[in-house]
């Protein structure tokens, strides 16, 4: 299952993004045992028995441990694992303001048919977590997924444009405009719990299909802002 960290998800062998996560074998280790405790008291091996194709999962404790800080994202939450957390819910504000962007960069329609899309990938996007956030109902899964991706996708085109137009004025955009938020928001989309299925971003990068000047989601798209 692909991440939005790179074609092999987790197991550190791409360079795409030339970042190193040296705690990448432990997480892969932690996936395979029995014993190992989730924070919401699952084990992973529990969690893994609702079907094999899951991909995105809690930093395990014991990685925790030596540096809380450096695993969790401190700007924006991507996904389930962080979702509404106080100390992120400013950004929320923000999210939805991507979200007109791109209604008005596409249609006024455009939003409710990636609304309708997410509904129907709900379910294969809940089996990629290891917990299955029951406390999240559909409705608001659908429409986390829905901001979060297409803050994603639309904070991707805005970069790609504003360096092509090489500052000749025609996008601004005041988050991309602020020298310390892009490798701020650029760590935080890279934490192993902030993650998003890539097929979901694929899907909202794509639609509707006859859009024209489409941007392919690939790893150099990404590379390019992470590496900004």
Not at 16 to 30: C, L, M, P, R
Not at 153 to 161: A, Q
Request: with cysteine.
């Amino acid at each position: 299952m692909k991440t939005l960290l790179g074609d092999r998800g987790l197991d550190n062998k791409s360079d795409s993004f030339n970042i190193k996560i040296d705690e990448a074998s432990g997480v892969q280790k932690v996936a395979e045992s029995n014993t190992l405790e989730q924070d919401n008291g699952k084990t992973l091996s529990e969690s893994a028995t609702r079907g094999r194709g899951w991909s995105i999962f809690r930093v395990p404790a014991h990685v925790r441990e030596v540096d809380n800080r450096a695993y969790s994202p401190r700007i924006v939450s991507i996904g389930p694992f962080h979702h509404n957390q106080e100390a992120l819910r400013a950004f929320e504000d923000q999210k939805k303001r991507f979200l007109s962007r791109l209604q008005n960069q596409r249609s006024r329609g455009c939003v409710v048919d990636l609304e309708n899309a997410m509904k129907e990938m709900e379910e294969k996007t809940r089996k990629c977590y290891s917990e299955d956030f029951g406390g999240i109902n559909s409705d608001d899964f659908v429409r986390m997924m829905l901001l979060d991706g297409c803050f994603i996708v639309e904070l991707l085109r805005l970069h790609t444009t504003m360096t092509t137009s090489k500052g000749n004025g025609d996008v601004e955009e005041p988050i991309l405009e602020t020298r310390w938020m892009v490798p701020n928001i650029g760590r935080d989309l890279l934490m192993l719990e902030n993650q998003l299925p890539m097929f979901v971003l694929q899907k909202y990068m794509t639609s509707p299909p006859s859009r024209p000047r489409q941007l392919l989601l690939s790893t150099s798209l990404l590379s390019d802002f992470l590496n900004h």
